[in-house]
């Protein structure tokens, strides 16, 4: 069928078709199931969600409605599928479509279902007539399509070329939540079938099956802008109706520019900012047949700026890579007079995406072969033909954001999609989200990421986030910035599990108590982001202070006088400036009444001495470094001649009122030094008389020796001039020469003195036998503790006394 003849036909259509959809009482909504009709359901996969229309179609079937699913993929000709299905088909009541729509057609996989595809393809579409029965229907679901004049009369020219009752929407088809509806408003018949699914089915599909389509001169888009630039000539070409690309061996090299501009927007036909693209198609119709030795047209991304005057020279002497992206976005290989498609695909879709995010770079696409041996020629937006000019399609989904709620059931006192916590000091790292911490999907189930920023830190490093995390998820904690980022694509369910895992943990010993906000952001696969606030009360724990002594021992020596417990201790409180308190104690081998404590009283800090317990007791309040101080400044001093030299243990304990430290020691080792022992005389003289025995013992003849104890010592008797007879009588004590001027005594200070003091028949006795005797003699007695007691060696100590002698007349 001619163009015009197609175009007239369309708008009688139109006309004809008035009165039925004026007259519709109602649009197509869903009624109750009267009967079991047979019906083929054709899904176009690229639809986002698509799958989930297939498994509602699916559970219609298995609820015995008898409905067949057929699927058209992304690269498939979805007017061939239709055709192809219905081919050995006599029986079907109705045909569902679901597929993206516009204002003036349907997107069927790598095809259209317009008023161009209707008369390019009227056979195939006409044949649809013998597989539906009298009163079959025809139900296009897109988007749009009876919104415009055109879209009506492609709707009443299907009813007039299949015999079908035809209903299609005038608004947006799909969620509710996104602007669209189920009901089929306009309808070229009387459309009985109901939609393919209940209700309830068709609420949980949370989408909409919006298409946009941009073309020159159609439904009033007037925004594109194209030229071609001549390798060789700085020509403006944009009022060209044709579009040169490629080079053909004698020609010079050219290459198209292509631009759909003002398609980003809130007015209506443009795709709303913040779209998600999820198909993009751009269709050229090449004029002419040239030779063609390599006929590949690749379609790159422009990167600068251009108008539809721009020619190669004031473009930079040709478009380079820093004009356009290196790689081709897509690419084409056909040669004849025809339509052309560069079908979707990701780089397509990330082209048209990027313009969605920021319509300024919006600087459309170069067509270019550079094989230097083929050329084609397309036509422009100023071609005659409108149909024939470059057409944009796009589908889209404006997406629904994910939502989050930390805590469900609002246990935690938190309202709305927040929660509440508290944290204690030293209780360990706690949840930053409640058990029921709930992730639910928007537009896409699929979560890309999800970051936990601890908005104030006053305790910086020691404030920590953790998670455990499953599946791809991996987390990360930057200590600089407080974020803890949870990466990697995820299911809801996954999400779910790591957030109820995100814990905080402080390791401060004296935390900022104020409270902490943690702001959690989640982005699912879409970019769309939910956002929620936890809120951590912080409650601080009293810390007890510390206390920390030398490490080595201190040394002290009998008679060195006060030496300094510890002049390297050191005290700390985390938490308080203050202390009010401190105990010194000697805990090991004390020896009371030899050892002692001795402090000055210094800082509003006193000391009380305890003798009977050993215990240094320090009070008044005071900071840190001045009962540090304090403590330094303690003396240890042992007054004993004969100390112990078990090593003494010195306890310290701090208290900041409330708390007292751990006890914190140190061991001083008291080293004994040997005191000599001394020997006394009492009397300065005694009287003896010539070859008369004297009586020493009991006259005041001792020894003694601070240090010596029970340890052996020995005494020696001396005299100048005659002998000493020592007898030892029950003593015990070892007598060594007597009867000779020098006697020698050994035994224990206690023997040694029971002798001398004549106990148990202890004799010591002095005669002089001479007949003619010196006038007096001296008496010696040594004392030797013989170094068996502390250092220095052997130490002895003497006295003396003079015996007088009364010389006798010796008869001649």
């Given at each position: 069928?001619?163009?015009?003849?197609?175009?007239?036909?369309?708008?009688?259509?139109?006309?004809?078709?008035?009165?039925?959809?004026?007259?519709?009482?109602?649009?197509?909504?869903?009624?109750?199931?009267?009967?079991?009709?047979?019906?083929?359901?054709?899904?176009?996969?690229?639809?986002?969600?698509?799958?989930?229309?297939?498994?509602?179609?699916?559970?219609?079937?298995?609820?015995?409605?008898?409905?067949?699913?057929?699927?058209?993929?992304?690269?498939?000709?979805?007017?061939?599928?239709?055709?192809?299905?219905?081919?050995?088909?006599?029986?079907?009541?109705?045909?569902?479509?679901?597929?993206?729509?516009?204002?003036?057609?349907?997107?069927?996989?790598?095809?259209?279902?317009?008023?161009?595809?209707?008369?390019?393809?009227?056979?195939?579409?006409?044949?649809?007539?013998?597989?539906?029965?009298?009163?079959?229907?025809?139900?296009?679901?897109?988007?749009?399509?009876?919104?415009?004049?055109?879209?009506?009369?492609?709707?009443?020219?299907?009813?007039?070329?299949?015999?079908?009752?035809?209903?299609?929407?005038?608004?947006?088809?799909?969620?509710?939540?996104?602007?669209?509806?189920?009901?089929?408003?306009?309808?070229?018949?009387?459309?009985?079938?109901?939609?393919?699914?209940?209700?309830?089915?068709?609420?949980?599909?949370?989408?909409?099956?919006?298409?946009?389509?941009?073309?020159?001169?159609?439904?009033?888009?007037?925004?594109?802008?194209?030229?071609?630039?001549?390798?060789?000539?700085?020509?403006?070409?944009?009022?060209?109706?044709?579009?040169?690309?490629?080079?053909?061996?004698?020609?010079?090299?050219?290459?198209?520019?292509?631009?759909?501009?003002?398609?980003?927007?809130?007015?209506?036909?443009?795709?709303?900012?913040?779209?998600?693209?999820?198909?993009?198609?751009?269709?050229?119709?090449?004029?002419?047949?040239?030779?063609?030795?390599?006929?590949?047209?690749?379609?790159?991304?422009?990167?600068?700026?251009?108008?539809?005057?721009?020619?190669?020279?004031?473009?930079?002497?040709?478009?380079?890579?820093?004009?356009?992206?290196?790689?081709?976005?897509?690419?084409?290989?056909?040669?004849?007079?025809?339509?052309?498609?560069?079908?979707?695909?990701?780089?397509?879709?990330?082209?048209?995406?990027?313009?969605?995010?920021?319509?300024?770079?919006?600087?459309?696409?170069?067509?270019?072969?550079?094989?230097?041996?083929?050329?084609?020629?397309?036509?422009?937006?100023?071609?005659?033909?409108?149909?024939?000019?470059?057409?944009?399609?796009?589908?889209?989904?404006?997406?629904?954001?994910?939502?989050?709620?930390?805590?469900?059931?609002?246990?935690?006192?938190?309202?709305?999609?927040?929660?509440?916590?508290?944290?204690?000091?030293?209780?360990?790292?706690?949840?930053?989200?409640?058990?029921?911490?709930?992730?639910?999907?928007?537009?896409?189930?699929?979560?890309?990421?999800?970051?936990?920023?601890?908005?104030?830190?006053?305790?910086?490093?020691?404030?920590?986030?953790?998670?455990?995390?499953?599946?791809?998820?991996?987390?990360?904690?930057?200590?600089?910035?407080?974020?803890?980022?949870?990466?990697?694509?995820?299911?809801?369910?996954?999400?779910?599990?790591?957030?109820?895992?995100?814990?905080?943990?402080?390791?401060?010993?004296?935390?900022?108590?104020?409270?902490?906000?943690?702001?959690?952001?989640?982005?699912?696969?879409?970019?769309?982001?939910?956002?929620?606030?936890?809120?951590?009360?912080?409650?601080?724990?009293?810390?007890?202070?510390?206390?920390?002594?030398?490490?080595?021992?201190?040394?002290?020596?009998?008679?060195?006088?006060?030496?300094?417990?510890?002049?390297?201790?050191?005290?700390?409180?985390?938490?308080?400036?203050?202390?009010?308190?401190?105990?010194?104690?000697?805990?090991?081998?004390?020896?009371?009444?030899?050892?002692?404590?001795?402090?000055?009283?210094?800082?509003?800090?006193?000391?009380?001495?305890?003798?009977?317990?050993?215990?240094?007791?320090?009070?008044?309040?005071?900071?840190?470094?001045?009962?540090?101080?304090?403590?330094?400044?303690?003396?240890?001093?042992?007054?004993?001649?004969?100390?112990?030299?078990?090593?003494?243990?010195?306890?310290?304990?701090?208290?900041?009122?409330?708390?007292?430290?751990?006890?914190?020691?140190?061991?001083?080792?008291?080293?004994?030094?040997?005191?000599?022992?001394?020997?006394?005389?009492?009397?300065?003289?005694?009287?003896?008389?010539?070859?008369?025995?004297?009586?020493?013992?009991?006259?005041?003849?001792?020894?003694?020796?601070?240090?010596?104890?029970?340890?052996?010592?020995?005494?020696?008797?001396?005299?100048?001039?005659?002998?000493?007879?020592?007898?030892?009588?029950?003593?015990?004590?070892?007598?060594?020469n007597s009867g000779t001027a020098t006697v020698t005594l050994s035994g224990t200070l206690a023997q040694i003195n029971?002798?001398?003091?004549?106990?148990?028949?202890?004799?010591?006795?002095?005669?002089?036998?001479?007949?003619?005797?010196?006038?007096?003699?001296?008496?010696?007695?040594?004392?030797?503790?013989?170094?068996?007691?502390?250092?220095?060696?052997?130490?002895?100590?003497?006295?003396?006394?003079?015996?007088?002698?009364?010389?006798?007349?010796?008869?001649?």
């Amino acid at each position: 069928m001619p163009e015009t003849t197609q175009d007239t036909t369309a708008a009688a259509n139109a006309s004809a078709f008035t009165q039925s959809a004026d007259s519709a009482a109602a649009a197509v909504e869903v009624p109750a199931i009267a009967h079991a009709p047979r019906e083929i359901a054709f899904v176009d996969l690229s639809v986002e969600g698509a799958q989930d229309l297939v498994k509602a179609l699916q559970s219609q079937q298995a609820e015995g409605r008898d409905i067949d699913i057929v699927t058209i993929a992304a690269g498939e000709d979805g007017l061939d599928v239709i055709t192809r299905t219905l081919a050995d088909r006599h029986d079907v009541d109705a045909v569902h479509v679901f597929s993206h729509g516009d204002a003036q057609g349907l997107q069927l996989g790598t095809v259209r279902l317009d008023a161009a595809a209707l008369n390019a393809r009227l056979h195939d579409i006409a044949g649809w007539a013998q597989a539906l029965g009298d009163e079959g229907d025809l139900l296009l679901y897109g988007c749009n399509l009876a919104g415009s004049a055109d879209g009506r009369a492609l709707v009443d020219n299907l009813a007039l070329l299949t015999g079908a009752d035809v209903a299609a929407s005038d608004d947006l088809t799909g969620s509710s939540a996104r602007g669209g509806d189920w009901a089929l408003e306009y309808t070229a018949g009387r459309v009985d079938t109901q939609a393919a699914m209940r209700a309830s089915l068709l609420g949980e599909w949370d989408h909409v099956l919006a298409t946009a389509t941009y073309q020159e001169g159609v439904s009033g888009y007037t925004g594109t802008t194209d030229t071609f630039l001549d390798q060789l000539s700085a020509t403006n070409n944009s009022a060209s109706t044709t579009l040169s690309a490629g080079r053909a061996t004698t020609q010079n090299g050219f290459q198209t520019l292509i631009k759909f501009e003002d398609i980003i927007g809130a007015a209506a036909g443009q795709i709303p900012p913040g779209a998600i693209i999820t198909n993009v198609t751009l269709t050229v119709y090449m004029t002419a047949t040239p030779t063609f030795t390599n006929p590949t047209f690749s379609l790159y991304r422009m990167l600068s700026s251009w108008s539809d005057s721009s020619t190669w020279s004031s473009m930079g002497d040709g478009i380079g890579f820093g004009e356009a992206r290196s790689s081709a976005d897509q690419t084409i290989t056909d040669s004849g007079v025809k339509s052309y498609t560069f079908a979707s695909n990701a780089a397509m879709i990330a082209s048209v995406q990027a313009w969605a995010n920021d319509p300024s770079s919006n600087q459309g696409w170069y067509i270019f072969c550079d094989d230097n041996s083929s050329k084609a020629s397309f036509a422009s937006s100023e071609n005659a033909t409108v149909a024939n000019r470059p057409k944009l399609t796009v589908d889209y989904v404006i997406p629904t954001p994910p939502s989050m709620d930390l805590d469900a059931n609002n246990s935690s006192g938190a309202t709305g999609n927040d929660y509440k916590g508290g944290f204690t000091e030293g209780g360990g790292a706690v949840k930053i989200a409640d058990t029921d911490a709930t992730l639910t999907a928007g537009s896409t189930s699929t979560v890309t990421g999800m970051t936990i920023t601890l908005n104030n830190r006053p305790n910086g490093a020691s404030e920590v986030l953790a998670a455990t995390v499953t599946g791809s998820i991996t987390a990360s904690y930057n200590s600089g910035t407080g974020v803890l980022t949870l990466s990697g694509n995820g299911t809801l369910a996954q999400y779910q599990q790591v957030l109820r895992s995100v814990s905080y943990n402080n390791t401060s010993l004296n935390p900022d108590t104020t409270d902490r906000s943690l702001t959690v952001v989640m982005t699912d696969a879409y970019g769309q982001t939910a956002t929620a606030t936890s809120t951590l009360s912080m409650t601080a724990v009293n810390n007890a202070p510390t206390v920390t002594t030398t490490g080595t021992t201190l040394g002290y020596t009998e008679n060195a006088g006060a030496v300094v417990v510890d002049s390297g201790v050191t005290v700390a409180d985390a938490d308080n400036a203050q202390l009010t308190g401190a105990t010194v104690q000697i805990t090991a081998n004390y020896a009371n009444g030899q050892d002692t404590l001795s402090f000055t009283n210094q800082n509003g800090i006193t000391g009380t001495w305890d003798a009977a317990t050993g215990t240094l007791t320090l009070s008044g309040a005071a900071t840190v470094a001045q009962y540090q101080a304090a403590l330094r400044s303690i003396t240890y001093t042992n007054s004993s001649d004969a100390p112990s030299t078990s090593a003494r243990t010195v306890r310290i304990l701090v208290n900041d009122g409330a708390l007292s430290s751990a006890a914190a020691t140190r061991s001083i080792t008291v080293t004994a030094v040997n005191d000599a022992p001394v020997a006394t005389i009492t009397p300065t003289s005694y009287s003896a008389t010539e070859q008369t025995n004297l009586a020493l013992q009991g006259t005041g003849l001792s020894i003694s020796d601070v240090d010596a104890a029970s340890a052996g010592v020995q005494a020696t008797l001396s005299v100048t001039s005659g002998v000493l007879t020592v007898v030892a009588g029950s003593s015990g004590v070892t007598v060594s020469n007597s009867g000779t001027a020098t006697v020698t005594l050994s035994g224990t200070l206690a023997q040694i003195n029971a002798l001398l003091a004549g106990t148990g028949g202890a004799l010591i006795t002095y005669l002089q036998s001479s007949n003619t005797p010196p006038a007096s003699a001296t008496l010696t007695l040594t004392a030797s503790d013989l170094g068996n007691t502390g250092t220095g060696g052997t130490k002895t100590g003497s006295d003396t006394a003079t015996i007088n002698i009364t010389a006798v007349n010796d008869a001649p």
